[in-house]
């Protein structure tokens, strides 16, 4: 728990957030501005500052996230049509939120690329 990052605050439960799965190693909830229909992000619930922050003992845990995050996408109902998941890190990617964090994009054709 880090006490000034959003995303703990979301986890401790003094944020609301609008949940769509949680266990005891991460927790996804809704992005509060959504970039398409479906727009879910999924966070551990160790505070890594951004993936560049992981370290091969993490491994496990971050395995754990893709896993649940592929299983949130079929939960939601996008797996079959089709997501984008993407990780941002510092600055040049616009990385916003200090806490590692995977967005599902989903629910319309999302073109080929991300914009470059
Ligand atoms: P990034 O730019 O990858 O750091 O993404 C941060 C994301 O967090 C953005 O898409 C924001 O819309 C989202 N966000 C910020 N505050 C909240 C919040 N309180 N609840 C849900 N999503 C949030
Ligand atoms: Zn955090």
């Known amino acids: ?3 000034s990052c959003l995303f703990c605050k979301i986890i401790a439960g003094q944020i609301p957030a609008k949940k769509v799965y949680e266990d005891d190693h991460c927790l ?3 992005d509060i501005h959504p970039q398409a229909p479906v727009h879910v992000l999924v966070i551990p619930k160790h505070h890594w500052e951004s993936l560049d922050a992981v370290q ?3 491994r496990e845990i971050l ?3 893709l896993e ?4 949130c996408a079929r ?4 797996a079959n049509t089709g997501y984008r998941t ?3 890190t510092h600055a ?3 990385q916003e939120v200090f806490h590692i964090h995977v967005h599902i994009l989903a629910g319309k054709p999302l073109g080929r690329m991300v914009s470059a």
Do not use: C, K
Request: aromatic share 4%; proline share 4%; hydrophobic share 40%.
């Open 63 to 65: 395995g754990h996230l």
């Open 1 to 3: 728990m880090n006490s």
């Open 28 to 30: 996804a909830f809704h």
């Open 86 to 88: 993407i990780i941002n």
């Open 68 to 71: 649940r995050t592929a299983h």
């Open 92 to 94: 040049h990617a616009g």
């Open 56 to 58: 091969p003992e993490d």
């Open 75 to 78: 939960e939601l109902g996008v």
